[in-house]
């Protein structure tokens, strides 16, 4: 868990430089909306960025054999998920859910799917 709040601290700080550039390079107020002067320069938050590269590493480990090292550790933040602690696993489980991913079924058949051939995320 601390090793996670450090990431969060540092990405907070990296953020923050990241805005204070972009506003300069624009000429315009600290006080200007953050996701307009990110807009205006064609850019997304890192937070975007951050979570679409975990979902393509997501979807790679889903695609891995089962005797795999990647794979079984998968497995074994999924169960450390599945039993209450916050790990990758749940950052992407919450990542899912939020983007309308969360119904279990879909959850739990995005293995399957994926395989299959039948969804395509994040090409």
């Given amino acids: 868990m601390g090793l996670q709040y450090d990431i969060y601290i540092r ?4 953020k923050k430089v990241h805005i204070h550039a972009c506003k300069h390079v624009l000429d315009v107020r600290d006080s200007a909306c953050n996701n307009d002067v990110l807009g205006n320069l064609g850019g997304f938050s890192m937070d975007i960025n951050t979570a679409k590269r975990s979902m393509k590493y ?12 990647p794979k079984s550790c998968y497995k074994m933040l999924k ?9 990758w696993a749940t950052s992407i489980r919450n990542n899912l859910y939020m983007n ?3 119904y279990t079924a879909v959850y739990e058949r995005l293995n399957q799917l994926i395989l299959k051939g039948y969804f395509c995320l994040l090409n």
């Fill in 11 to 14: 990405m907070q700080c990296i």
């Fill in 100 to 102: 309308g991913f969360g």
């Fill in 58 to 69: 997501w979807l790679r480990v889903l695609k891995l054999p089962n005797h795999g090292y």
């Fill in 79 to 87: 169960f450390y998920d599945s039993i209450g602690y916050t790990n």
